[in-house]
């Protein structure tokens, strides 16, 4: 089957023409993205890997991308922000740093497409609490608790221990802080132990930026949700954001590839267990990345990816067009997915939440106007 026939949605011409003016509407927030080589050691390089994350955003609509920095140490994690604020100053007329609800809002207004600063790990904090504060005030504005593994934190989903272990001390304490400093708690990628006592514990609705959920592959696979994950972080006011990447989306979705209507299973899914006010985007992109970046110089790093790690989510080796849902290769082709909730019945309303609405309403409530 061709890519064009898998991403028809067979819309007449006044669905389609519904699809522009909502999109056009539309606050369109993605909660996590990446850019593949930004920091290449060839500098002219990575600012044009950069400049595409934008420009990419612009042509898809996208109101504000949350872009994945960070690094193993303070310093590292630090050096990101202000090299990715730096690679942005020539080009204030396109992107704009946020930092708060109202910074979403006035770039929408002004035509130019937004990154939010996320972390997906607190490795970076080296055993302390400071670094938030540090983060924070050079614009972090989501961080993760754990990304795969069990750090001094909690424990990831990867995790033998992922079902059991729920905060350490430190934990709560980064908890606490996070809380402090208004900056988003996620648990996208944390172990369900951790999960349930970061719901519990946070004075403020921790959120999933990016999963998918385990009920609509029928089975558990690490990087999903559960229900019982899914209405507690409901329940508490958080959003969900729905990946596209293949493997996460379906079972066979790494050997056979995945198609958007397998990605609106998960927003279908989510939508009649937790409310269409709880569901939003978070692709999952590293946007840039190309076949010779994920095949790599004689294949080591295609290799490489398929060693056998317990705590990883990558399962068994699968090509280049098998890494993401087809169509949804790059965040500039957003609008795929207003296509879909069109063709799927959603209305207006409902659209524009599952776009970023949903997102727009939390960050206000947690990093306020």
């Known amino acids: 089957m061709s890519r064009e026939k898998i991403i028809d949605f067979g819309l007449d011409k006044n669905q389609k023409d519904r699809v522009d003016e909502v999109h056009g509407r539309a606050f369109v927030i993605n909660t996590l993205t990446g850019c593949h080589d930004w920091r290449s050691r060839w500098r002219e390089f990575g600012r044009k890997r950069s400049h595409n994350l934008i420009e990419m955003g612009l042509k898809g609509g996208l109101t504000a991308n949350s872009l994945t920095l960070g690094g193993d140490s303070i310093h590292e994690a630090a050096l990101s922000i202000v090299e ?39 490795t970076n904090l080296e055993g302390k609490l400071s670094p938030i504060d540090l983060f924070h005030s050079l614009g972090l504005r989501i961080m993760q608790l754990t990304y795969q593994k069990a750090n001094l934190v909690g424990d990831g989903c990867g995790s033998r221990r992922a079902d059991a272990a729920g905060l350490t001390d430190f934990g709560v304490n980064v908890v606490e802080r996070l809380n402090k400093l208004r900056i988003v708690v996620d648990l996208s990628h944390v172990g369900h132990a951790t999960t349930m006592d970061a719901l519990d514990l946070s004075k403020q609705p921790p959120t999933f930026t990016h999963t998918n959920c385990h009920g609509t592959y029928g089975f558990k696979f690490m990087r999903g949700k559960s229900d019982e994950d899914l209405q507690a972080m409901a ?48 692709l999952d992109i590293n946007e840039g990345l190309t076949p010779e970046d994920y095949y790599g110089v004689n294949n080591q790093t295609y290799e490489a990816r398929f060693q056998a790690d317990p705590t990883s989510h990558t399962r068994r080796k699968h090509p280049y067009e098998h890494y993401y849902v087809f169509g949804l290769e790059t ?35 947690i990093w306020g106007q």
């Open 84 to 122: 990715w604020d730096n690679m942005m100053a020539s080009i204030q007329d396109k992107g704009r740093k946020i930092l708060s609800a109202k910074d979403i809002e006035e770039t929408k207004k002004e035509g130019k497409s937004g990154y939010i600063i996320n972390f997906q790990n607190t």
């Open 235 to 282: 329940e508490r006011g958080g959003v969900a954001g729905m990946t596209c990447i293949a493997r996460f989306v379906r079972e066979e979705g790494d050997l056979e590839g995945s198609t958007i209507n397998h990605y609106l299973d998960h927003v279908d899914y989510a939508v009649n267990l937790i409310g269409v006010d709880h569901v939003g985007i978070g």
């Open 331 to 365: 965040v500039s082709n957003i609008k795929y997915i207003t296509e879909g909730l069109v063709a799927r019945g959603y209305s207006d309303q409902e659209i524009m939440k599952i776009l970023g609405g949903n997102w727009l309403r939390y960050f206000g409530m």
